[in-house]
């Protein structure tokens, strides 16, 4: 007896950005966010980091 064709297709789906990046500060320059992470760092007493996210844009966070 012959095997039935039992695959589902696949629809394909755009890439969405993650809501969460919709709460963050995005600085379009490295200067900007360092700028940013020092006020912070002054006026809250935490250490903050810069880095660069993959839409290329700089963000701050407390991580290591």
């Given at each position: 007896m012959p095997r039935k064709n039992n695959k589902h297709k696949?629809?394909?789906q755009r890439f969405?950005?993650?809501v969460s990046q919709q709460?963050?500060?995005r600085y379009s320059?490295?200067?900007d966010a360092r700028a940013a992470a020092d006020y912070l760092e002054l006026t809250?007493?935490?250490e903050l980091?810069?880095?660069r996210d993959i839409d290329g844009g700089w963000y701050?966070?407390?991580k290591k």
């Amino acid at each position: 007896m012959p095997r039935k064709n039992n695959k589902h297709k696949v629809k394909f789906q755009r890439f969405q950005k993650q809501v969460s990046q919709q709460n963050k500060t995005r600085y379009s320059s490295e200067r900007d966010a360092r700028a940013a992470a020092d006020y912070l760092e002054l006026t809250k007493g935490i250490e903050l980091n810069v880095y660069r996210d993959i839409d290329g844009g700089w963000y701050l966070t407390s991580k290591k």
